[in-house]
């Protein structure tokens, strides 16, 4: 296919781009943070890059692990699971990275963490839900987000007892998390004893989906839930308001970016959209003071930046704790003790889960922000 | 089903077609010419949408807000920087290996293509961009009931129209004006034409102008429709528009443009009464269909081959 022709230039242009790294400071501790810093989904690659920077900044401040300072090193996948790939083997083979903060999209973290995994790193995923990161056995894989099964089932209740919703189309990207949030929200319907009138997959990256809101309207569809990320989102609601449809639309932690209102053409369109995402972590005690730190430097820090900053957390402290960098010490630590971080205290299970996810909804506002459904 | 829903993936079908069509020109002109195939077409096209955006802001900036005139203003700006984009295009990447091997400008195409978007994602950032609304609401017809009618947007008739227009303006300038008569007779036989005394090398500038524009007006009208875009839009409608050309017949000018509308309907009447998933292959699979039994396209002429 030609896709494939065009796609392998550009990341052999990036790796030669990126080939040209820092030379190792003595006493320095390399930790990978890799997501998509560029693309269609660059918007969630600078959160995660904020979250960690500024995680690292206040860690080596305090002295570091043990007087060794974090540095941190860019991997960018563009959320293409063959370049997260070879950006996994780079961090691992090239820069020799003691740990990763990554990947984004779950379709490139699945591939990677194999790599890290391989090669004993110690591997922890702030966003990515979709549960096959960590139901493969794979000792050393973390995630500090929840999973899909359990955001499904928390956007299936919504929609059917909140919303009353009693036709509900199921829609996804034919992408690993939209898909797999697609599945787990068909599941629970069924639970609940509902049958979707329509489960279909839109084409990543195109923009006009007016044919399947047409069809939205022929199936008499009273809401709809889409698993996928803002780029398709926002389109897809912007056709559906402008054929009269007035219907709401529940997503996933996909659209949790303001980003979102832009690829929609503007917050009149966003009314009647929800999300699950993670109890507001910018509203957890723990984190105020670095919430206000963020601010003063003019960023938001909406969305996985917060996340992304606990997941560095995590990583150190289980790196001071055992005074160790291998993955399987540091795994085995962190699944036996909780930490404190800015999201309040965290507790892994033997897979690597939290032990506690706290999905609400939030809801989109006619002023392009999103608040909490109480 | 019902009338209205088939109607209504009628509108919508005619309206995405209508865009590929003016992609297609734009293949289908260049290799009519030249015989390659300018892969760095569709990121002339996203070029054009980032264009759209910058204008529509200029000029809000400067006061300027009855649509008619923006719209008018903002086409005519974005052809033009649009139009040097495909002039430079042509003279750095594909003049200087006019008389290499067919495979030389091909590779140089897909270069191209790379640098353009990533000059835009440096330049302007990866992130998707968007811009207010600038045609509100739609017409209704055949109302009569909750879900019985058949929505068009203003900017979908925009898109329809300004389609049709281009595409008359282009049919006009090709065969009844002097430059479109030197276009011909370089399509038929380059040497021959040169060696009658046209200047082939701007005649072939002129076509890349010329496919630029079109493209231009895709992209703005497609910003226009759908508030959104990022660097790498013009990649899945390139390959669309390419597909179109093909499938009308690449080097036909009529052939592009029927073959963006058949591409555009069977995509959303397949998406509408089948299933979504399968609309692509579903498109593919008729490309396929048809070049078995018209390798040359629908509109297309038989390659003769020169000696």
Redesign the interface.
Same mark, same amino acid.
């Given at each position: 296919m030609?896709?494939t022709?065009?796609r392998v230039? +550009?990341w052999v242009?990036t790796l030669l781009l990126t080939l040209g790294s820092t030379p190792v400071e003595a006493g320095s501790i390399k930790i990978g943070v890799a997501g998509p810093l560029?693309?269609?989904q +660059?918007?969630f690659g600078e959160q995660f890059w904020r979250g960690a920077e500024q995680a690292a900044k206040d860690i080596n401040a305090k002295g570091g692990i043990h007087g060794e300072m974090i540095e941190l090193v860019k991997g960018d996948d563009s959320c293409e699971p063959k370049q997260a790939v070879a950006v996994a083997n780079r961090l691992v083979d090239f820069e020799h990275v003691a740990a990763v903060v990554g990947h984004f999209c779950s379709s490139s973290t699945i591939p990677a963490f194999e790599v890290y995994a391989e090669a004993g790193i110690l591997s922890m995923t702030p966003a990515s839900t979709n549960p096959m990161v960590t139901e493969r056995g794979l000792p050393t894989v973390f995630r500090t987000c929840g999973r899909d099964d359990q955001q499904g089932v928390v956007g299936a209740e919504y929609l059917v007892k909140q919303l009353k919703a009693k036709s509900i189309a199921v829609l996804h990207d034919?992408d690993t998390y939209g898909q797999g949030l697609a599945d787990a929200m068909k599941a629970h319907l069924a639970k609940l004893g509902l049958k979707e009138v329509l489960y279909?997959?839109?084409?990543r990256?195109?923009?006009?989906f007016?044919?399947?809101v047409?069809?939205l309207?022929?199936v008499?569809a009273d809401a709809v839930y889409f698993g996928g990320l803002?780029?398709e989102a926002?389109?897809l609601v912007?056709?559906m308001r402008?054929?009269?449809l007035t219907i709401p639309l529940v997503s996933g932690d996909g659209i949790m970016s303001e980003?979102f209102?832009?690829?929609?053409?503007?917050p009149k369109f966003v009314e009647g959209v929800y999300m699950t995402f993670g109890a507001d972590p910018r509203k957890i005690p723990a984190g105020k003071e670095l919430v206000g730190t963020f601010r003063k430097a003019g960023y938001e820090p909406e969305g996985y930046t917060l996340y992304s900053y606990a997941t560095l957390q995590s990583i150190a402290s289980a790196m001071s704790a055992t005074k160790s960098l291998e993955g399987a010490k540091l795994a085995e630590w962190l699944k036996s003790h909780p930490v404190e971080t800015v999201m309040g205290t965290k507790a892994w299970n033997a897979k690597g889960d939290l032990k506690v996810s706290d999905y609400v909804i939030y809801r989109w506002t006619p002023d392009g922000k999103y608040e909490e459904v109480q | 089903?019902?009338g209205y829903?088939l109607a209504?993936?009628l509108v919508?079908?005619l309206?995405?077609g209508s865009?590929y069509g003016l992609i297609a020109v734009g293949y289908t002109m260049v290799y009519g010419i030249i015989g390659m195939i300018n892969?760095a077409h569709g990121d002339v096209y996203m070029i054009a949408a980032y264009l759209t955006a910058i204008f529509l802001a200029s000029l809000t900036a400067l006061g300027i807000h009855s649509p008619p005139v923006v719209i008018l203003l903002v086409l005519a700006l974005t052809m033009i920087v649009t139009a040097l984009y495909g002039w430079s295009v042509e003279r750095i990447a594909y003049r200087p290996l006019r008389s290499a091997n067919r495979l030389a400008p091909l590779i140089s195409a897909?270069?191209m293509?790379?640098i353009l978007q990533?000059y835009v994602?440096l330049s302007q950032? +990866?992130?998707?961009?968007?811009?207010?609304?600038l045609l509100d609401g739609?017409l209704?017809l055949f109302e009569s009931g909750p879900?019985q009618?058949v929505?068009i947007?203003y900017a979908q008739m925009l898109i329809v129209v300004t389609a049709v227009i281009g595409m008359a303006l282009l049919w006009y300038l090709i065969h009844g004006t002097a430059i479109g008569r030197a276009c011909r007779a370089v399509q038929q036989d380059r040497i021959m034409a040169a060696l009658l005394g046209v200047d082939t090398d701007r005649v072939i500038s002129t076509v890349f102008v010329l496919g630029a524009g079109m493209a231009a007006v895709a992209g703005s009208l497609?910003t226009f429709n759908?508030?959104?875009?990022?660097f790498?839009?013009g990649?899945?409608t390139g390959?669309k528009a390419f597909t179109a050309a093909v499938l009308g017949g690449i080097g036909s000018l009529p052939g592009a443009m029927l073959g963006g509308v058949i591409l555009g309907l069977s995509?959303?009447?397949f998406?509408?009464f089948v299933?979504?998933?399968y609309?692509?292959v579903f498109a593919f699979s008729l490309l396929v269909g048809v070049l078995i039994f018209r390798p040359s396209g629908l509109l297309g002429r038989p390659e003769v081959e020169k000696v």
């Open positions: 030609l896709g022709h065009w230039p +550009a242009a560029s693309g269609p +660059a918007a034919k279909e997959g839109l084409t990256g195109e923009k006009d007016n044919a399947l047409t069809k309207r022929s008499k803002h780029s926002g389109p912007r056709q402008e054929q009269g980003t209102v832009t690829s929609a053409g503007g | 089903m019902d829903i209504q993936q919508n079908g309206v995405l865009v892969f897909i270069g293509s790379l990533n994602r950032g +990866a992130r998707t961009q968007g811009t207010p609304t739609g209704r879900e009618f929505q947007s497609v759908y508030g959104s875009f990022d790498f839009i990649f899945v390959i995509e959303s009447i998406s509408g299933n979504t998933d609309k692509d």
